[in-house]
């Protein structure tokens, strides 16, 4: 029976839906994976960004960087078009958007395509990474984002009664987005929509690891910008290195940056120069606490995917396995055994579970912080190494690892990962987990594992991050109602949700007349030149508004009638 209601509540939602114009973009001839090239010989220089695929070593060619001295003209036209745009309409967003979400859905292949050849990962990983969260932020954006915008009535009290006070939500103008090359899609494509639904301009200094894509998703934004009528100028990207980005960031109005706190902090301190307000999002050192009474069957199979999706290259994925001492040893069995059979290799020319490491220098990063860990008694139950593609040597690639016996005087401990790499913690009591978990100085996400819903909840309320589920991990970032951010070293602000639209914009504080005839004046004997009844008026005044009983305030009365005279 459900099915036909869902089927009903779906025809009657396609035959109330607007019509949205439709978005056509072509897709480049890399994106198809019959393609093949040579193997790329480094050109870059400070002119041109070398792009290569990493899971095969086969040459994109180069793009030109935006200078530092180009910025300036770009961010100026954004500007300008953002002064037409910010006076649309909400339904004129809505329809722009939603041509946007279309084209997603009916593009999903070719979209994954694009990801899988520029940053290596497995199409399955754009899908979950890619695809679902960027759907999910158009359309939660598209039904809310009007309602969220709208001015908001706050209550007066008592001595403004008078008065109807609101908070309006301004736009600030051009967003500056400074994104990471872990998802080359949605690290784009996620602020752009706020911004625009906000009323934005948004200029996007896009990571040079990713930069062959950067190109594409421009024309997407450019095409579908001309197809509503409005100014492409309205939104760009930009390719470039670290100068690009810091010049970016002398020149907009609001910065959002994805990345690593190192490189946060000099963002921070370099926006506060102008008092650039700064949403930071820094990446995690993410766990989940497990114990013994927990469902196993539906614990165990998910760690899998939420440690090795993309091939554990996410900021809110999970890095560290808290699990209680009666489970542990099941646990590291059953991930052990499935982990050795995974597939590695290029994603678009294998069937494969885990894709190839984006970045050249995290492969050594991964190394040095296994090695430090097994110097020190960590125990690998899995993989451990990298691996050399027999077809495509310059493939760059990582076994999936499970780490075990792991102690907090190990920087695996600590700091992130940002590979294919499981880390198993052991506890006995919950305190034990609890101090793991808040070992290190990351705080973004986690979740607690237990039937025992108390425990959890009591659990959850003493870690020290900004996002934890109960009995699930990172299905927050799907409730896209939520806000996503950390504490500690991951991070400042947040951004998606109700929380991190509104931050697209400054709140306007606006009050107007309750009744037309009835103005806000100063009392008489408050005007200048003050008398000796001034100071008895305005003491009387505060009896009546604040006085903790009756007789305050009656006697507030009187001093009023008697001051007033």
Known sequence: MIQYVLVAGLLVWFLLRKQTK????????????????????????????????????????????????????????????????????????????????????????????????????????????????????????????????????????????????????????VMGCIISWNYPFHNCFGPIVSALMAGNACVVKCSEHVAWSTQFWQSVFSKALELHGLDPNLVVLMN?????????????????????????????????????????????????????????????????????????????????????????????????????????GPALLETVDVGAITMPAQLDIVEHLLQDAVSKGAKIAAGGKRFVHPKYPKGQFFEPTILTNVTMDMKIATEEVFGPVMVVFKFEAEQEAIDIANGSEFGLGSGVFTLDLKRADRICSQLKVGMTNVNAFGVNYLCQGLPFGGVGISGVDCFSGVEGLRGQCYPRAVTHDRFSFLRTSVPGPLLYPLTKKSDAFQQALIQILYGKDLQTRFSGIKGLITASF
């Open 22 to 173: 439709k978005l056509v973009v072509d897709f480049p001839k890399e994106a198809y994976p019959e393609w093949t090239n040579k193997e790329y010989t480094f050109k870059g220089s400070k002119d041109e960004i070398q792009c290569y695929d990493p899971a095969t070593g086969f040459d994109l060619g180069t793009v030109p960087v935006i200078k530092p001295e180009q910025v300036k003209a770009i961010v100026d036209r954004a500007r300008l078009a953002q002064q037409q745009y910010k006076q649309t309409s909400f339904e004129t967003r809505r329809q722009l958007l939603q041509s946007i979400l279309d084209w997603v859905v009916d593009n999903q292949d070719q979209i994954l395509n694009v990801c899988a050849r520029d940053s290596g990962k497995t199409k399955m990983d754009g899908s979950f990474g890619e695809i679902l969260t960027t759907c999910e932020r158009l359309r939660w954006t598209i039904e809310h984002g009007e309602r969220v915008l709208q001015p908001e009535y706050r209550a007066p009290g008592l001595i403004m009664s008078s008065k109807t006070p609101t908070v309006e939500f301004t736009p600030y103008g």
């Open 240 to 344: 470039g290195y670290a100068e690009t980005g810091q010049a970016l960031i002398d020149q907009s109005d609001k910065i959002t940056f994805i990345g690593s706190p190192k490189v946060g902090k000099m963002i921070m301190k370099q926006a506060s120069a102008r008092l650039t307000p700064v949403v930071l999002e820094l990446g995690g050192k993410d766990c989940a606490v497990a114990f013994n009474d927990c469902d196993f069957n539906q614990f165990a199979p998910q760690t899998l995917r939420l440690c090795f999706q993309n091939a554990g290259q996410n900021c809110a994925g999970l890095e560290r396995v808290i699990i209680q001492s009666g489970i542990h040893d099941k646990f590291v069995d059953y991930v052990s055994e499935r982990v050795k059979n995974f597939r590695v």
